[in-house]
Each structure stands twice: as structure tokens, then as C-alpha cells.
């Protein structure tokens, strides 16, 4: 049973060239989104889940994204408005690459960031901890949960105040 399941582990587990591997690294760092979201509406107890999207007009790079993580999804983005200088745009071109949990599993330990490490061990925690609470939902997983969901909150504020560390 052990040598079956390190034969799966091998073939699960994440391979590519080190050119990929810097390439998604850069994008993920650059262009990429790593962040924990909690939904409380309509329930007694919230739900957390992690998301790393990749969101771009340039179709092709998010093909060659999906193709370097062996998976994921893209999908449209929904229209947009953007406000500058008292005017309205409208985006509508942007498309979304959603890489799934189990890619997170399979990528996250492998790669590097430099600008969103924080946020990728933060997404690493929280997926462990997920796991290992799927049948638990007790006050100490929750309270955890909730202290990643916040740091990850503050590490995606835009602005000079965010992108630090809470005490």
C-alpha cells in the first residue's frame, strides 16, 4: 500500500522546467492573486476557501499558465468599470485563470515568490488546515481560519498601509 501511494504521490507531484517554474513564479508575483475568502451569509458557521487567479486580456498567457500547472480553469471575467479622471471604462476583454485546490496542493510547495511569499504560505496553512478539519468545524479550527482569512486581508490591501504583516 505505501509503495502505491509514493508511486501516486511521484506522479501527482509538480514538474517542470526551471524556465516554466520562473516563468510562473514571475507571473504569480506580478500579475497574480493568492487570497483567502470567508462566506458567513445564511450560515452559522462561515466557509473559507483559498483562490490563487491570474486575470489578463492576453488569453495565450493564461493557455501557457494553465499548461506549465497541468490544470485550472479559465474563465471570462465579468465587465468592469474602472473610474479615472470623472470618466467611466469598461472592461470587458479581461479573461481569469483559477487554479484548483488540488493544483494549489501540487504547486504552492514547489515555487518561490519574492513580492507574495507571505501569501503563499498563508494559502498553504490554510489548505492543511482545511484538510485536516473537513470532518471537524470546532471553535480552534474556526478561530485559526479566521486569523489567516484576516492576514490575508491585510496583505492584499491596496495602498502604502498594506502589504506588512498583523501583530
Do not use: C
Not at 40 to 63: A, C, F, G
Not at 68 to 82: A, C, D, F
Not at 104 to 122: A, G
Not at 148 to 166: D, T
Request: charged letters at 30%; aromatic letters at 8%; glycine letters at 8%.
Amino acid at each position: 500500500m505505501t509503495g502505491l501511494r509514493e508511486t501516486l504521490n511521484q506522479l501527482w507531484k509538480f514538474t517542470t522546467s526551471e524556465r516554466d517554474k520562473g516563468y510562473l513564479e514571475g507571473i504569480l508575483d506580478g500579475e497574480g492573486s493568492l487570497y483567502i475568502t470567508k462566506n458567513s451569509k445564511n450560515r452559522v458557521t462561515p466557509v473559507y476557501q483559498v483562490h490563487v487567479i491570474v486575470t489578463n486580456t492576453d488569453v495565450t498567457l493564461l493557455e501557457r499558465i494553465k499548461e506549465i500547472v497541468g490544470g485550472g480553469n479559465i474563465l471570462p471575467k465579468r465587465s468592469q468599470y474602472m473610474y479615472y479622471k470623472d470618466r467611466v471604462y469598461e472592461t470587458k476583454d479581461s479573461q481569469m485563470y483559477y487554479m484548483t485546490r488540488e493544483d494549489m496542493v501540487r504547486v504552492l510547495p514547489d515555487i518561490t515568490l519574492k513580492v507574495k511569499e507571505r501569501n503563499r504560505i498563508l494559502l498553504l496553512d490554510a489548505i492543511k488546515l482545511l484538510e485536516e478539519s473537513k470532518w471537524k468545524r470546532h471553535e480552534e479550527v474556526l478561530s485559526e481560519l479566521e486569523v489567516m482569512y484576516l492576514e490575508s486581508r491585510f496583505l492584499n490591501r491596496k495602498g502604502k498601509s498594506g502589504g506588512g504583516k498583523i501583530s
